[in-house]
T-cell receptor
Framework: EPEVTQTPSHQVTQMGQEVILRCVPI?????FYWYRQILGQKVEFLVS????????KSEIFDDQFSVERPDGSNFTLKIRSTKLEDSAMYFC???????????FGDGTRLSIL | SQKIEQNSEALNIQEGKTATLTCNYTNYSPAYLQWYRQDPGRGPVFLLLIRENEKEKRKERLKVTFDTTLKQSLFHITASQPADSATYLC???????????FGSGTRLQVQP
């Protein structure tokens, strides 16, 4: 069964450094998302992406964050200058229609030191 | 503000029994509701989707109900097995907002 893949599985970075989290969504999907989950807390929406542009973003997704779909397969989340509070699991998700189920990857654990 | 409530206490049941998990919401009119399973350190795995005009959905041992009057969804696992032990998340979506809003999840422990 097709799946969403994310790399790396774990990223350790010094505060203030830039990180890029990578995702390969399911190939025929059109809608792409990033969520995060701080340890012990809810899954929280960050940003959605459709037709090569951001369609929605949450308050969490400030100027430090950006997303890109550089080619036909990858979908990336960049954090420009990481803060301690950015430490979390970051999940990528994709879906084939506006109200179809979202399918998630296994996430990247981001640890900011 | 929108609020989604799932029982934060763990649910412990015996193998073979039916597990029933609850998702209540307020200040929200979702177009659909999804249930996910999440194991420690893993991403949410999609289980079932039910739309606002549907009362019930089934898939193998799983059943979901959706009552838009009560603003509640119930998720049932029949003939539960120890392998069903996980955290179960409910997530709501509407037509205007494509992203999902998640509840905090309920941890299910099935004892052999």
């Amino acid at each position: 069964e097709p799946e969403v893949t994310q790399t790396p599985s774990h990223q350790v970075t010094q505060m203030g450094q830039e990180v890029i989290l990578r995702c390969v969504p399911i190939s025929n999907h059109l809608y792409f998302y990033w969520y995060r989950q701080i340890l012990g807390q809810k899954v929280e929406f960050l940003v959605s992406f459709y037709n090569n542009e951001i369609s929605e973003k949450s308050e969490i997704f400030d100027d430090q964050f950006s997303v890109e779909r550089p080619d036909g397969s990858n979908f990336t989340l960049k954090i420009r200058s990481t803060k301690l509070e950015d430490s979390a699991m970051y999940f990528c998700a994709s879906r084939d229609s506006a109200q179809g189920p979202q399918h998630f990857g296994d996430g990247t654990r981001l640890s900011i030191l | 503000s929108q609020k989604i409530e799932q029982n934060s206490e763990a649910l412990n049941i015996q193998e073979g029994k039916t597990a029933t998990l609850t998702c209540n919401y307020t200040n929200y009119s979702p177009a659909y509701l999804q249930w996910y399973r999440q194991d420690p350190g893993r991403g949410p795995v999609f289980l079932l989707l039910i739309r606002e005009n549907e009362k019930e959905k089934r898939k193998e041992r799983l059943k979901v109900t959706f009552d838009t009057t009560l603003k509640q969804s119930l998720f049932h696992i029949t003939a539960s097995q120890p392998a069903d032990s996980a955290t179960y998340l409910c997530a709501l979506g509407d037509t205007g907002r494509r992203a999902l809003t998640f509840g905090s999840g309920t941890r299910l422990q099935v004892q052999p």
